[in-house]
């Protein structure tokens, strides 16, 4: 995957952000976005509040499946260690196929279980909560194409009783590749 269409689908999260209206947001800055290289791990692209705060990490498929290698081992350990205010948007763009999906801690930790190098599309789709992706076309106040966040759905998720994950081993091996 191109940095560049990473950033492009983040821009879609960040518009979805604007029109969801959260009580604040921000984008939290990393050192690639600033064009300085840091230590600072950074565990997510978004902060935001709405009934509590919840951060969210956006990540980019070109292909029908997701690569452990898109993930950083530090946003999936904030993840799983924050499962009631930490998600995952995932979008997949493959041929005309665009689709994104909310990716939660008990999913995200059932992925590392089942699959080793990469999860795929049929799998986010079976168990994950797929969002709208949209066109300006749809919104005229909105030229761009943006992903529709309903923010009230995804706190009531998060509000639910979570227990915390342990990272299994084979994934700090599988990202390091």
Not at 38 to 57: N, R
Not at 98 to 113: C, H, I, S
Request: with cysteine.
């Amino acid at each position: 995957m191109s940095k560049r269409q990473g950033y492009t689908f983040e821009a879609e999260v960040q518009a979805g952000l604007e029109l969801a209206k959260p009580v604040m947001w921000f984008k939290i800055p990393d050192g690639k976005s600033m064009g300085i290289r840091t230590p600072l791990k950074v565990p997510a692209d978004f902060l935001y509040t709405f009934d509590s705060m919840c951060t969210i990490e956006a990540k980019h498929s070109k292909l029908q499946r997701m690569p452990w290698r898109n993930f950083k081992v530090h946003q999936i350990e904030w993840v799983l260690n924050n499962p009631r205010s930490a998600y995952f948007i995932v979008g997949f763009t493959h041929k005309r196929s665009k689709r994104v999906f909310l990716l939660f801690a008990d999913q995200l930790y059932t992925f590392l279980e089942q699959f080793d190098t990469s999860i795929p599309m049929a799998a986010f789709e079976e168990t994950c909560i797929e969002l709208t992706r949209l066109t300006g076309r749809h919104n005229p106040e909105r030229p761009h194409a943006f992903v529709q966040l309903d923010l009230s759905l995804i706190d009531s998720i998060l509000s639910q009783q979570r227990p915390q994950y342990n990272l299994p081993v084979h994934l700090y091996l599988a990202c390091a590749k």
